[in-house]
């Protein structure tokens, strides 16, 4: 069975980093992209970038470029998504999901809640 | 970027009465559009992928169509657990996947 199991809720402050993670079973993890989805409160889904765990090739949307980083540790089937100096606005639920090279996002993580507030 | 744009915002259906969500691409798209639905305080789980093919589980109830820029879900007889917010994404412009804003679907 296929799951993607993620970290759990964080409550940081304005201006620490963070680092969550997306942990991988069930399936080849070397062999499908890693994308990362946030959904702030109340609002849709968005793209934030994909990973592909097997030669670490990694992709931003220009909405998240130099504003997140992710990375993978193939030998621990685990991607990661982590902030250097949180925001308020990072307030957001963040999701991991499998995307295979053809096409959609065909499994996702329970998600990772991260409140960042003073 | 491709814009994904859905229509309309919000649906009120009966249960047992047919839903029809749209979806528009700012640009032509092929059949590289997926469905999800997100139920509160759940991840979202995908529908529809190639913008007609059912994902794995997915009920016969749940059927998608269209291609270049206009796709359609449509929900053939609305059961309680359909009720949900329901998002398109385009995957054709890789690797800037982009989502609509979602239509949810509520109890007439």
């Known amino acids: 069975e296929v799951q993607l199991v993620q970290s759990g809720a964080e409550v940081k402050k304005p201006g620490e980093s963070l680092k969550i993670s997306c942990k991988g079973s069930?399936?080849?993890?070397?062999?499908?992209?890693i994308g990362w989805v946030r959904q702030m409160p109340g609002k849709g889904l968005e793209w934030m970038g994909i990973?592909?765990?097997?030669?670490?090739?990694?992709r931003y949307s220009p909405s998240f470029q130099g504003q997140v980083t992710i990375s993978a540790d193939k030998s621990i089937s685990t991607a990661y998504l982590q902030w250097s100096s949180l925001k308020a606005s990072d307030t957001a639920m963040y999701y991991c999901?499998?995307?295979?090279?053809?096409?959609?996002?065909?499994?996702w993580g329970q998600g990772t809640l991260v409140t960042v507030s003073s | 970027e491709i814009v994904m744009t859905q229509s309309p915002a919000t649906l009120s259906v009966s249960p047992g009465e047919r839903a029809t969500l749209s979806c528009r691409a700012s640009?032509?798209?092929?059949?590289?559009l997926a469905w999800y639905q997100q139920k509160p305080g759940q991840a979202p789980r995908l529908l529809i992928y190639?913008?007609?093919t059912r994902a794995t589980g997915i009920p016969a109830r749940f059927s998608g169509s269209g291609s270049g820029t206009e796709f359609t879900l449509t929900i053939s007889s609305l059961q309680s657990e359909d009720f949900a917010v329901y998002y398109c994404?385009?995957?054709?412009?890789?690797?800037?996947?982009?989502f609509g804003q979602g239509t949810k679907v509520e109890i007439k």
């Open positions: 999901a499998r995307n295979p090279s053809w096409g959609p996002l065909d499994y």
């Open positions: 990973i592909y765990p097997g030669d670490s090739d990694t």
């Open positions: 069930g399936y080849s993890f070397t062999s499908y992209w």
């Open positions: 190639g913008a007609s």
């Open positions: 640009q032509s798209v092929s059949s590289n």
């Open positions: 994404q385009q995957y054709n412009n890789w690797p800037l996947w982009t």
